[in-house]
């Protein structure tokens, strides 16, 4: 795991995927003639109404689910059942809570056939790089939110995938925790440069956090706009308040917000929020959506 | 289960180094300056005889009300056969508290009455030892596996609305000797609980953890060791409590059925006999007996379990 490791693999292509769910004839369209690209090393985020497939796509690079169309391939290899090889961070805590924290992170590594002692050595280094050595022992119901997820990406990366999928997993932090993992991960992403596939709603937090955004449209999810971000590394809270965020921020709220209209019905788009504007302003539309 | 709110993390000051040096650019950054309580931190300990006083403070109203229940009951039980209370309920027959206590030194004259426990001790550990085997490894295939679930629920849920003591006849039809059929039906009343609490604690299993386990490499055999039966366990939990106390139920009415030896053919046989007091010794034998059982088993549970001490509380108000 050093720092300055030439990323050559973890490279993610999802060609042409569409999705469709449903049964008895009644089939909906989750997700579109999506394609998509991780880069070896790159962090990519997919951002987009709820409801758009973003997570559907995450599912496909996992191996929980086939699309109906298309493909997922890592590394150029077509992607088959779950492993490993792509460590998942889920939006829920998905700690095993009967296993300590260390034994959360052997978990993967004793899957491996891994002795004890290198399990426990292994488990005991990752987490006093994540602050966490001083809770091995803990169960996870006696951790706080944050760390709880601190511990979930500790324990996908104990396995060294070359693939880091993570499905909104700061959704249920508070939004100061929010900021301090934002950190936290994009510190460590610095360090490992691995494959990271990002989904999320949050806009600040993708800019924040990408070197490539692609936004989707309302269901069933197509790729609308693919953007670049062109912020220095390593990336310090202090960005976020730079004209380069700023403009970047409107371009993905003006992408997003139309999206977000479509998604929750046309009428209301076209008449309600006329009248809506009308009093307040644009800038007071900005902080209603 | 009052554990008072614990602090994880407390500011570090200048004179507070952190406890465990962390990388200077690593996965910690503002947490950096915060600090974990080790989890040691306990209170002083005091003083023994301070402690044993803090103790009985905590817990003596509790003890109090607990014995003083109890012994509401023997006081009742000894003023209504002393003085041979009837009016529509008859004590006149009933043994008294002295003479069921006269009883225990009695019967333990000689060793047939240990033998008895002990007949029914081994009765109930073979049927629950099987019913517990074969519960869970059913109710874990039945709860993970459709094909198992159409396979095998059916015929289990014609079969379950049976009680156990209306197989004693065909059991007795159905089994080479009497001690098989005894444990059989003591299988029965245990098997069915098992079975059903094991499956629905299999379907409740968070499909999160399912995914979690698959994704870090685990297969179907090792997921279903590692993720499933853990995550099942505390409802396996549940199913084994009331299949005890079940399993109990169906013994007495087996062996005072067709029983030679137990305790409730020695409870049954002493009616036959009109021996009042040993009905009554027989009786708090049983009591005494699941209570210990179903201890047992929540001693199990607590030991295998531990991670339950700090889940979410539930809801006894206090």
């Given amino acids: 795991m050093s720092a300055d490791r030439e990323p050559q693999k973890g490279r993610v292509e999802i060609r042409d995927v569409s999705v469709r769910f449903g049964r008895n004839g009644h089939t ?40 109906s169309v298309g493909q997922a391939l890592l590394d150029g ?29 052997e978990f993967g590594l004793k899957m491996q056939g891994l002795g004890q002692n290198a399990r426990e050595s292994a488990a005991r280094t990752l ?51 929010r900021t301090v ?13 691995l494959s990271v596939l990002f989904i999320t709603h949050d806009i600040e937090e993708a800019i924040f956090l990408s070197e490539k955004v692609y936004v989707m449209t309302a269901r069933p999810g197509r790729i609308k706009a693919e953007i670049p971000i062109p912020l220095p590394r390593p990336r310090t809270p202090e960005m976020m ?29 076209s008449t309600g929020l006329q009248g809506l504007d009308h009093h307040f302003g644009r800038d007071g539309m900005r902080a209603l959506t | 289960m009052s554990t008072a709110p614990r602090r994880l993390f407390e500011e570090v000051s200048a004179d507070h180094p952190p406890r465990v040096p962390l990388p200077p650019v690593g996965l910690a950054r503002t947490e950096d300056t915060l600090r974990p309580v080790p989890p040691a931190a306990a209170p002083q300990p005091l003083p023994r005889r301070a402690r044993s006083v803090e103790w009985l403070r905590d817990n003596g109203w509790g003890i109090l009300m607990g014995a003083g229940s109890l012994l509401g009951v ?30 225990v ?17 081994r009765r109930i550990f073979i049927g629950f030892a099987v019913a517990t085997v074969v519960g869970v490894a059913m109710g874990l295939a039945i709860g993970r596996y459709r094909v198992m679930r159409q396979l095998f629920f059916p015929a289990l849920e014609a079969l379950r609305p049976i009680p156990a003591i209306a197989w004693v006849p065909i059991s007795i039809m159905l089994w080479p000797d009497n001690e098989v059929s005894i444990v059989f039906i003591t299988f029965i009343g245990a098997f069915f609980p098992i079975l059903l609490n094991t499956v629905s604690g299999v379907q409740s299993v968070d499909n999160v953890l399912l995914r979690a386990g698959q994704c870090l490499g685990a297969h179907e055999g090792r997921l279903m060791w590692h993720v499933v039966l853990p995550g099942a366990a505390p409802q396996i939990f549940t199913g084994l409590a009331v299949g005890m106390g079940v ?22 046989e002493a009616y036959s006999l009109i021996s009042y007091a040993d009905i009554v010794l027989g009786m708090i034998t049983i009591g005494l007996l699941g209570l210990v059982c179903s201890g047992l088993i929540r001693l199990a549970g607590r030991t295998l379990m531990p991670w339950l001490a700090y889940s979410a509380p539930n809801g006894a108000a206090r």
């Fill in chain 1, 28 to 67: 909906t369209e989750a997700v579109s003639g999506v394609s998509l690209e991780v880069q070896p090393g790159d962090f990519v985020s997919v951002i987009g109404p709820s409801g758009c497939g973003k997570s559907t796509l995450l599912n496909i690079v996992a191996g929980f689910l086939k699309p």
């Fill in chain 2, 105 to 121: 030194v009695q019967v333990n004259a000689n060793g047939k009455f240990a033998t008895n426990i002990g007949m029914s001790l």
């Fill in chain 2, 74 to 103: 023997v006081l009742f039980w000894h003023v209504a056969t002393t003085y041979r209370w009837d009016f529509y309920i008859r004590f006149t027959n009933i043994p008294t508290p002295l003479d069921v206590l006269d009883k």
């Fill in chain 1, 77 to 105: 290899r077509p992607i088959g059942a779950p492993g490993a090889d792509r460590g998942v961070v889920f939006q829920q805590y998905s700690l095993f809570p009967w296993m300590t924290v260390r034994r959360n992170v």
């Fill in chain 2, 247 to 268: 399993a109990w139920v169906s013994l007495i009415a087996a062996e005072m059925i067709s029983g030679q030896f137990g305790i409730g053919y020695f409870t049954w």
């Fill in chain 1, 181 to 193: 993992m934002q950190e936290i991960l994009t510190n460590m992403w610095q360090q490992l440069r």
């Fill in chain 1, 241 to 269: 308040s730079s004209p380069t965020f700023h403009a970047l921020v409107r371009q993905l709220k003006g992408l997003i917000r139309e999206e977000s209209l479509a998604a929750m019905g046309g009428e209301l788009g």
């Fill in chain 1, 127 to 177: 987490l006093g790089m994540a602050g966490l050595l001083a809770f091995e022992n803990h169960y996870p119901d006696q951790l706080s939110g944050g760390m709880k997820q601190r511990v979930g990406i500790v324990r996908a990366l104990a396995t060294s995938p070359q693939v880091l999928l993570m499905d909104e997993p700061f959704g249920a932090l508070d939004s100061q925790t």
